[in-house]
């Protein structure tokens, strides 16, 4: 056998092996929610302190990544606000600074994380959620969690691929 021969059936067979592994992984990943820590927690350099809180929480981080969303990014992603009429201002706000994109995972990964972030409106979130602590108001609340599982998926799929998840 040639060597060219021979080194191109090694790479096959190292891709082979690549693609098994990542569907293998794939298929160990549980109930996810997705997550974005917002512009203003982010310039704040509350960061580290949010994902610690969700973290000790008990959420593992399957995916992340820090991200300046353009215009037509944020818009796409609240699409499902565009009728109602904070949304060209959260769009804007979205795009103000640069955001973390998380998918996290846990059983009851959805509501546990709702519950974790608390209220939208910071002024009605319980004591030690994390909008309590680290919101600044109804429109600038720190950090997005998923409302359904459905949409976690549309979400998390919207910023990541398959290959970024582990
Ligand atoms: P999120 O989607 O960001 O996790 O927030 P949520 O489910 O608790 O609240 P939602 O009704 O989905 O609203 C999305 C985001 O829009 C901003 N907002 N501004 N100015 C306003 O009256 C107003 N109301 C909502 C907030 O940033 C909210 O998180
Ligand atoms: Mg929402």
Do not use: W
Request: charged share 30%; net charge negative.
């Amino acid at each position: 056998m040639s060597i060219n021969k021979l080194e191109g059936e090694m790479i096959d067979h190292e891709n082979k092996m690549m693609a098994k592994f990542k569907k293998e992984r794939q298929e160990k990943i549980g109930e996810i929610t997705f997550t974005m820590i917002k512009p203003e927690a982010v310039a704040a350099g509350n960061t580290g302190a949010i994902l610690s809180k969700i973290e000790e929480a008990g959420f593992r981080i399957v995916a992340l990544k820090k991200v300046h969303l353009s215009k037509e990014k944020a818009s796409e992603f609240y699409a499902v606000h565009s009728e109602r009429p904070f949304y060209g201002e959260l769009v804007d706000y979205m795009c103000e600074f640069p955001i973390i994109a998380a998918i996290l995972e846990k059983d009851n990964a959805v509501a546990d994380f709702r519950t974790l972030i608390g209220a939208t409106n910071p002024a009605d979130a319980a004591k030690g959620t994390i909008r309590a602590e680290f919101a600044e108001s109804l429109a600038k609340n720190a950090i997005h969690g998923s409302d359904s599982n459905e949409n976690a998926n549309i979400e998390a799929d919207f910023h990541f691929s398959v290959d970024e998840r582990f």
